[in-house]
């Protein structure tokens, strides 16, 4: 076997493209620190009572076994929104903190 012999090749240099940046014309915006006055909300409170809670959710309990009533004709309640309703009411008849209806 005849030895080869190795030949080394130059590596062409290239030169790197610098790319050139516009610098940006756009104005640096300067925030105006803002003087936010503080508010003079009234701090809220809760709307209900715990005694009124425990009235809806009672209410609630029964009208999911099917033992919750209507007042007058005495049907079975099914509607959720009912039911709540008829647990607010029997909450303000034992005087629990509960608003005061709506009236249109």
Not at 15 to 42: I, L, V, Y
Not at 52 to 62: D, F, I, P, R
Not at 71 to 94: M, N, W
């Amino acid at each position: 076997m005849a030895a080869r012999k190795k030949t080394t090749r130059k590596k062409a240099t290239t030169q790197k493209k610098t790319a050139t940046r516009k610098k940006s014309t756009r104005k640096k915006s300067t925030r105006k620190k803002s003087t936010r006055k503080k508010s003079t909300r009234k701090k809220s409170t809760r709307k209900y009572g715990a005694k009124a809670g425990k009235k809806v959710k009672k209410s609630m309990e029964e009208m999911k076994k099917g033992k919750l009533r209507s007042g007058r004709s005495g049907k079975k309640v099914t509607s959720r929104k009912q039911a709540i309703a008829i647990g607010l009411s029997e909450a303000r008849k034992s005087g629990a903190k509960v608003p005061p209806k709506k009236t249109s």
